[in-house]
């Protein structure tokens, strides 16, 4: 089974922009969860989308948000940079429940100037 | 919420030596926890897992262990070796859905 993919890999904007960030999970799971990684917080859960559902999110202001289409694709949404937002994006899917295991992507790393 | 507490956050051993690292979680509805390795610039890798109806998890090097009671539960790595440097998450979850409660990682360098 070919992994979970993100696009872009690379990516630079200025504050006040926004960015919108894509991951194709594993074929058959329908469970993708966004996580942002920085060297001080470690993961930090942002959301998880379920069947096209938002069905858990974390403790991240507005300007994160996110969808999941009915091929499972899902896409984060930050409005409004500010620096802070710098940091590896990761997403992770996992299959159907009995089997919880996250497998990650590859991420998507983001630098605000 | 639930609350992960990973430690230690660095840990240096000889090659060959055993590792060991500890988290504590605060939920005690929390049934899940995987352990993930991250090498330099690679993605997350689950390595071993453990759920709560189970005390104990062996893998070949990894084992494992957890105490519900005191809410804690450590990864051990046993004959160290060089490749095994990187940095060691550990996880917990439990409520409905796949929400994940990361700890904040621990950096372990292996010393040949």
């Known amino acids: 089974k070919a992994g979970v993919t993100q696009t872009p890999r690379y990516l630079i904007k200025t504050r006040g922009q926004q960015v919108t960030l894509s991951c194709s999970p594993i074929s058959g799971h329908r469970s993708v969860s966004w996580y942002q990684q920085t060297p001080g917080q470690g993961l930090q859960f942002l959301f998880e989308y379920f069947s096209e559902t938002q069905r858990n999110k974390g403790n991240f202001p507005g300007r994160f948000s996110g969808r999941q289409f009915s091929n499972s694709r899902s896409e984060m949404n930050v409005s409004t940079l500010e620096l802070g937002d710098s940091a590896l994006y990761l997403c992770?899917?996992?299959?159907?429940?009995?089997?919880?295991?996250?497998?990650f992507g590859p991420g998507t790393r983001l630098l605000v100037l | 919420g639930e609350n992960v507490e990973q430690h230690p956050s660095t840990l240096s051993v000889q090659e060959g030596d055993s590792a060991v690292i500890k988290c504590t979680y605060s939920?005690?509805?929390?049934?899940?926890f995987p352990w993930y390795k991250q090498e330099l610039g690679k993605r997350p890798q689950l390595i071993i897992d453990?759920?709560?109806?189970?005390g104990e998890k062996k893998d070949q090097r990894i084992a494992v262990t957890l105490n519900k009671t005191a809410k804690h539960f450590s990864l051990h790595i046993t004959e160290t070796q060089p490749e095994d440097s990187a940095v060691y998450f550990c996880a917990a979850s439990g409520n409905t859905g796949n929400q994940f409660y990361f700890g904040t990682g621990t950096s372990l360098t292996v010393i040949p």
């Open positions: 992770a899917s996992s299959g159907h429940r009995g089997d919880e295991t996250q497998y």
């Open positions: 939920d005690s509805a929390s049934n899940y």
């Open positions: 453990i759920r709560s109806n189970v």
